[in-house]
């Protein structure tokens, strides 16, 4: 435990759960659509639902959709900067089964046309999980270096990742394999003890087999 784990996260309040929380929910989807959002339509779960408006927690997601951070200043205005940008996004109330009660669902689609459906929670002091990416149940939490890979799958595609991954010198911290189903889509989730360089991020995605490559950081 650290200093920032006992006072809690720089942030503009009120909350660090319903407001800093969301704020990262809403960056850490922006970084996994992989470009400007055009549009999102955002439910609310639980607390988020019941509470989340008298706590800022709207403006906080719109505000990490759009790229803004937990401390930046202009989060209670963020509704007015999504318009002004051209940004649609809506609100709605849902019951999501067995979340966390800070738990939002985000529908978003970028400029280019690429649709994306996160599930993420707040799980207090800032810090969040994500639950699922489209159909994808898995947990994310962001606090590590971290790849979200996005592949089919296929034989032997986690050992070219893990043997590219070590010709660059990137240990593996921990590791999730998540998919729908046998020979479907699958994601590969890889927290790493050292930052992960462009060019080999660049020859991940350069694996046949494999559709994405986010590469989230704190």
Not at 68 to 96: C, H, W, Y
Not at 189 to 206: A, R, W
Request: charged share 20%; proline share 3%.
């Amino acid at each position: 435990m650290n200093i920032f784990d006992i006072m809690g996260p720089v942030m503009v309040g009120p909350s660090s759960s319903h407001t800093a929380g969301a704020v990262r929910i809403g960056l850490i989807t922006r970084k996994l659509l992989g470009e400007e959002p055009k549009s999102a339509l955002i439910d609310l779960h639980g607390s988020f639902a019941a509470t989340g408006v008298g706590h800022g927690t709207d403006k906080a997601l719109i505000a990490g959709l759009l790229g803004m951070q937990p401390d930046d200043m202009r989060i209670p205005r963020s509704d007015v900067f999504a318009k002004e940008l051209g940004v649609d996004i809506q609100f709605d109330k849902k019951n999501v089964r067995n979340a966390h009660p800070n738990t939002a669902v985000l529908h978003v689609e970028g400029k280019s046309g690429r649709k994306l459906c996160v599930q993420a929670s707040s799980i207090g002091g800032g810090r969040i999980e994500i639950n699922k990416i489209d159909d994808t149940e898995m947990n994310v939490t962001g606090e590590k270096p971290t790849l979200v890979i996005q592949n089919q799958d296929i034989t032997g595609l986690v050992a070219k990742v893990a043997a590219t991954l070590s010709d660059e010198n990137v240990n593996i911290a921990t590791m999730q394999l998540c998919r729908d189903k046998r020979g479907g889509v699958a994601v590969m989730v890889i927290e790493t003890d050292q930052g992960v360089q462009d060019h080999c991020i660049q020859t991940l995605k350069g694996i046949d087999g494999i559709k994405e490559v986010t590469y989230i950081t704190a």
